[in-house]
């Protein structure tokens, strides 16, 4: 692990989950804790990029130092993304970003009827997707995947879909991995390549995440 990796660089990394609104008390979310992404932006800091973190809700610390836009909505997370791309070398989207929001918000809180309510839901923007589709000072950009059958295949299909150089998939609905955990594991796949990420702390796991990140940034951008 080498300290000044990533000297120079701005990491931008998106963390935790997104709340979509149903009224003034109501929300839609996951169980996101944002540990993973806190700890790929400290991972990143200590090989001396500037890092630059978009969060959603979450209860984790975020090391000092670091910059922090903190947001609610997945469209509020896109936005702030947008706003701070430029110069961004690197982009990792670690947020568990919500695909679907309520196609209204209700001002006033929903009354409870005797009947069943149905909730119409809209698509989100897909922000990791965004940031690999920009045609000006595209950052080597990083997705996450989290599956819960056939992973190579889902993640192979979700790096290729969404043009990223890189995706790193966990499994999820396995006891003591993933969300809500504090340890992970993980399988990190770029264009002809491979490396799995055996069962660790999270913290462990983001060091050995940003040092294949770091390699192959420098790899890509040396070629
Ligand atoms: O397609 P799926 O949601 O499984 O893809 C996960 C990856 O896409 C993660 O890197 C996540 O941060 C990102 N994503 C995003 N915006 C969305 C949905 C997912 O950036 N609206």
Known sequence: YSPGALQGCTVMIT???TREAIDPVRFISNRSSGKMGFELAAAAQKTG???I???GPSGEFLAA???RWDVETAQQMYETVMQHIEDCDIFIGAAAVADYRPATRSAEKIKKKETALTLRL???PDIVQAVAALDQGRPFTVGFAAETHRLKEHAEHKRCHKQLDMI???WVGRPGLGFDSTSNAL???WEGGHVSIAQATKAQVARHLIEIISERYHAQSSA
């Open 53 to 55: 973190v978009i969060a």
């Open 65 to 67: 130092g670091i910059e």
């Open 49 to 51: 990029a500037r890092v």
């Open 15 to 17: 963390a935790g989950p």
């Open 168 to 170: 790193a998939a966990n």
């Open 122 to 124: 809209v698509r989100n």
């Open 187 to 189: 399988e990190v796949f």
